[in-house]
């Protein structure tokens, strides 16, 4: 029986085909341009946001890759990075897709007509040829990590800052806490950014055909006016230079924009589908005020839960791209990913950081892949406040107390911890890492001894947590599609659909408790500033990523 949309499919194939002849010639280039955010998998949006949107997805050029790898009258691929923003798993994902055409005996052409830094040159590694535009610059300058500390300023004004953590490698406090970088952040950040500058030699090296040691010196001496002297480009021209300079058998390249191509060369829809439930930003219980993406725990609860109802979906993929968050909230989402796990194959996608809170809600999958540059791990428990009594000291404000409970004001920002409340906060805190590790331990089925000392609040490259047993395969989303359809004993392809929450979803817990608001307030509001891992992939842009966590 045919669904509508094989039937509407069905019904518009003639139409295409005489659209698809009068579209292409032989030896024809589909022409894709990329400029701006580039994401694995595009959510739905609301109508309003539509027109706005200017990300492209990884799912979208990897459709077009293998409709592309299919047509005998398509010679290859030409992609013109404008803008590039995107985070390193996600670049490595890209550089992929762009591999698997290069495999299919296409043609993949790269256009950088405003240059290049260490991301677009990795992803543009992948490409049988390189052109910059003119004037442009090449700038392969490696990674690096920037980090700053205040302990001095709020020293000078008079703020105290208390920060619990258990994990000697849970650093998110640090940069209020110290005035310098820490041993074990040092080292985390160290192993972090090794993987990431090898990958960038090494794809450079195998792209252009350089030796390994040339392309580290040639990364060393950056940047590059003269590029194509250096053989990181093979030529340079404006954009209305490009079909004479992919000009084929004497005649200009004829190129036909992606967007056209693919509405004439659309394949039929896939009866059988996976769904795909986002966990995108920092896990919170409520985000009444958020700036930028948060995963909130209803909607996540209230998609898993559609998931697990909706008859004509076979498995899901969990695609997390969070540095983690409240306790609460990824203890809820990790419940309900477990119910799910009971009647359907689940499968964790690691996009560009799942760390912490982000670990936990994987946890409870049937398997976990991830990019070899994702960030992961840092299971470990984070909490503190900002003590203002110096500074309200000195600003001449006094504070009256009227309490009830000895422990009544503990958390107030008017005046430090006692010994017996530290004592207390740590015993809190303690019993919050032991659930943690417990949580992974039963999710990998190791025991948590062994899990304890992978924890402790490092964060891994997914390179390195695939070696010490955190992440089951390494690869993109295709590879956790292969991996859910071996699990659902499926040997055909699969489509999927992104499962967005109904419109009633549940009420979350009001927080119970001065521990747990001390340990998510550092998540919710401190995040930004304590928890930043900035992993430099390229000159002009930098990639940021979460190091700690919201909490956990």
Not at 246 to 265: C, F
Not at 431 to 447: I, M, Q, S
Not at 535 to 543: D, I, K, P
Request: aromatic share 6%.
């Amino acid at each position: 029986m045919l669904t509508w949309g094989r039937w509407r499919y069905a019904f518009s194939a003639p139409f295409r085909a005489v659209r698809a002849r009068r579209l292409l010639r032989r030896g024809s280039f589909v022409s894709l341009v990329i400029d701006g955010g580039v994401v694995e998998l595009a959510e739905p949006l609301p109508w309003w946001r539509r027109k706005r949107a200017r990300s492209i997805s990884i799912a979208g050029i990897r459709q077009l890759c293998s409709i592309i790898g299919r047509d005998e009258r398509v010679k290859g691929l030409l992609v013109e990075i404008r803008s590039l923003r995107a985070g390193a798993a996600t670049a490595t994902s890209l550089r992929r897709v762009l591999l698997g055409l290069k495999e299919n005996q296409k043609t993949v052409i790269v256009y950088l007509p405003t240059g290049a830094g260490s991301r677009e040159m990795l992803v543009a590694s992948a490409a049988h040829r390189i052109i910059m535009g003119p004037q442009a610059t090449i700038s392969p300058l490696g990674v690096a990590v920037e980090t700053r500390y205040f302990r001095r300023t709020l020293d000078k004004i008079g703020v105290l800052p208390e920060i619990f953590a258990r994990g000697e490698f849970k650093t998110a406090g640090e940069s209020l806490a110290r005035d310098s970088m820490s041993a074990e952040q040092r080292e985390q950040v160290g192993a972090i950014l090794d993987v990431a500058n090898d990958e960038l030699i090494a794809a450079l090296a195998e792209g252009r055909g350089l030796a390994v040691d040339e392309v580290r010196a040639l990364v060393d001496r950056g940047p590059y006016r003269a590029a194509q002297e250096r053989r990181l480009v093979d030529a340079v021209g404006y954009d209305d230079d490009l079909p004479q300079l992919l000009q084929t058998q004497k005649a200009p390249a004829h190129l036909v924009d992606a967007g056209p191509y693919l509405s004439a060369r659309r394949t039929a829809p896939l009866s059988k589908r996976i769904g795909v439930v986002h966990v995108h930003g920092p896990i919170v219980s409520r985000a009444p005020l958020a700036f930028g993406r948060v995963a909130v725990d209803e909607r996540i609860i209230g998609a898993l839960r559609r998931a697990r109802e909706l008859r004509g979906i076979a498995g899901v993929i969990l695609l997390i791209d969070s540095p983690g968050g409240g306790v609460l909230a990824s203890d809820r989402i990790h419940h309900e990913v477990l119910r799910l796990a009971e009647k359907k194959p689940v499968v964790a996608y690691f996009s560009n950081v799942a760390a912490s809170g982000g670990y936990y809600v994987a946890a409870g999958a049937h398997a976990i892949v991830a990019e070899p540059t994702t960030l992961t791990g840092s299971i470990g428990v984070v909490a503190g406040h900002l003590v203002l009594a110096p500074l309200l000291d000195k600003l001449g404000i006094v504070t009256e107390l009227v309490k009830r409970g000895a422990r009544a004001d503990m958390m107030s920002a008017s005046r430090p911890l006692d010994e017996g409340e530290r004592e207390a906060m740590t015993r809190e805190i303690e019993g919050y890492y032991v659930d943690f590790v417990n949580v992974v331990a039963r999710g990998r089925h190791r025991p948590a001894d062994e899990i304890e000392k992978l924890a402790r609040g490092r964060v891994y490259s997914g390179l390195e947590a695939h070696r010490v047993g955190l992440v089951d395969h390494l690869g993109g989303f295709d590879v956790a599609i292969d991996v859910l359809r071996e699990k659902m004993k499926e040997p055909r392809a699969v489509g999927h659909q992104v499962i967005k929450p109904p419109r009633t979803t549940p009420k979350p817990p009001e927080v119970p408790g001065p521990f747990v608001d001390a340990i998510d307030a550092l998540g919710g509001r401190a995040a930004r500033d304590l928890a930043t891992l900035a992993l430099g992939l390229g000159s002009r842009e930098t990639v940021l990523a979460w190091s700690g966590l919201l909490g956990i």
